[in-house]
C-alpha cells in the first residue's frame, strides 16, 4: 500500500521508493513531500507515505496530486 518513504536522515530528507531504494535526497520534510506530489501527477491518484522523524518511529500522510489551475 505504502509505495514511497520520506525518511529523515544525517539533516536531510530522504524519498525512497520499495522498488528502486533512494531516489533523492531534500533540505526539508516539505520538499520531499512536494517531490511526492509529482509522481501523484503521473497517475492523478494520491499516494499513501510513510514518514520517519525519528528512528522506529512512523506515521502516514496522503499527497494528493496537484490541481489543475
Same mark, same amino acid.
Do not use: K, N
Given at each position: 500500500?505504502f509505495?514511497?518513504?520520506?525518511?529523515a536522515?544525517?539533516?536531510?530528507w530522504?524519498?525512497?521508493? !520499495? *522498488?528502486?531504494g533512494?531516489?533523492?535526497?531534500?533540505?526539508?520534510?516539505? $520538499?520531499?513531500? /512536494?517531490?511526492?506530489s509529482?509522481?501523484? @501527477?503521473?497517475d !492523478? *491518484?494520491?499516494?499513501?507515505?510513510?514518514i520517519?522523524?525519528?528512528?522506529? $518511529?512512523?506515521? /502516514?500522510?496522503?499527497?494528493?496530486?496537484? @490541481?489543475?489551475?
Open positions: 500500500m509505495d514511497l518513504t520520506v525518511v536522515q544525517g539533516g536531510r530522504l524519498l525512497c521508493d !520499495d *522498488e528502486q533512494e531516489l533523492c535526497s531534500f533540505a526539508s520534510q516539505a $520538499e520531499a513531500l /512536494e517531490a511526492v509529482a509522481y501523484a @501527477r503521473v !492523478d *491518484e494520491a499516494r499513501y507515505v510513510l520517519q522523524e525519528t528512528p522506529g $518511529e512512523w506515521r /502516514e500522510t496522503i499527497v494528493d496530486p496537484p @490541481r489543475p489551475h
